[in-house]
C-alpha cells in the first residue's frame, strides 16, 4: 500500500526558530512535493525535488529552504520561523511515469507563536 | 496561468441522495485531472485519477467525468452517505515551461451528508 509519511501531525514553534518538517515515501518515486494549505487560499506550491539532491521553487519558496539527500526523505525547512507561516503543511509524491497521480501525507499543523 | 474553480464552496444534502460536484478550468491543456477527498485536519486523498485522453474513472459509488473542451470535471457521488461527508478538491496538472507537471488545485466543496 502506497505510503507517505510526515514527521510530526502537530507542532508549536516560537518565532526565530529554525524548523524541520520531514516528509518519508515508501514508493520509490523520484517527484516529491510541499505545499501549505490555509483557508481560502487552498494548497499553494512551496518546493519540489524531482530528484536527489535537485530542487525547483514553486509559487512560494520565501522563507522556506528544502533538502533532499535520500530519494525517500524531502525536508522543509523554515530558516527563521514567522507567524505567517502557521499553516497546514502538506507533503506528495508522484512517480515520473505514468499517470502522475499524486499521493499525499497526513499533514502537519504548525503553529508560530 | 491555469484557474480552477469549484461551486459551490459548501453542499449539504440528505443521505441517499445522489450529488454532483464541479471543477471548472480554463487552460484545457491538461496532463490529467485528480480528484481528492480531505476529511478535517488531515491528508489529501486520491479518490479518481483521469488522464487526458479518458472521458471518465469509475470506483465504486463515485463517477469523475473530464470534458476537456468545456474545461469541466464533475465528481458524481451516488447514493450519499454520512461517511461522504468532507471536502473534496479537484486538482489539474499542466505541463510547465521546465517540463515539469504544474498542479492547480480548486479551493474545495465541502459536502455534508446528513442523516
Known amino acids: 500500500d502506497v505510503k507517505v509519511t510526515q514527521s510530526s501531525r502537530y507542532l508549536v514553534k516560537r518565532t526565530g526558530e529554525k524548523v524541520f518538517l520531514e516528509c518519508v515515501q515508501d514508493m520509490d518515486h523520484e517527484n516529491m512535493f510541499w505545499y501549505r494549505q490555509d483557508p481560502g487560499l487552498g494548497l499553494r506550491l512551496i518546493y519540489f525535488s524531482y530528484d536527489v539532491k535537485m530542487k525547483e521553487k514553486g509559487d512560494i519558496p520565501e522563507g522556506y529552504s528544502v533538502s533532499r539527500e535520500k530519494k525517500e526523505r524531502f525536508s522543509l525547512i523554515l530558516e527563521s520561523a514567522s507567524t505567517n507561516q502557521t499553516s497546514m503543511y502538506l507533503c506528495a509524491s508522484t512517480p515520473r511515469e505514468g499517470a502522475n497521480e499524486q499521493f499525499f501525507g497526513p499533514g502537519t499543523r504548525l503553529t508560530v507563536l | 496561468k491555469q484557474e480552477v474553480t469549484q461551486i459551490p464552496a459548501a453542499l449539504s444534502v440528505p443521505e441517499g441522495e445522489n450529488l454532483v460536484l464541479n471543477c471548472s478550468f480554463t487552460d484545457s491543456a491538461i496532463y490529467n485531472l485528480q480528484w481528492f477527498r480531505q476529511d478535517p485536519g488531515k491528508g489529501l486523498t486520491s479518490l479518481l485519477l483521469?488522464?487526458?485522453?479518458?472521458r471518465e474513472q469509475t470506483s465504486g459509488r463515485l463517477n469523475a467525468s473530464l470534458d476537456k473542451s468545456s474545461g469541466r470535471s464533475t465528481l458524481y457521488i451516488a447514493a450519499s452517505q454520512p461517511g461522504d461527508s468532507a471536502t473534496y478538491l479537484c486538482a489539474a496538472q499542466n505541463p510547465n515551461s521546465g517540463g515539469y507537471q504544474k498542479v492547480t488545485f480548486g479551493i474545495g466543496t465541502k459536502l455534508q451528508v446528513i442523516p
Open positions: 483521469i488522464q487526458s485522453s479518458q
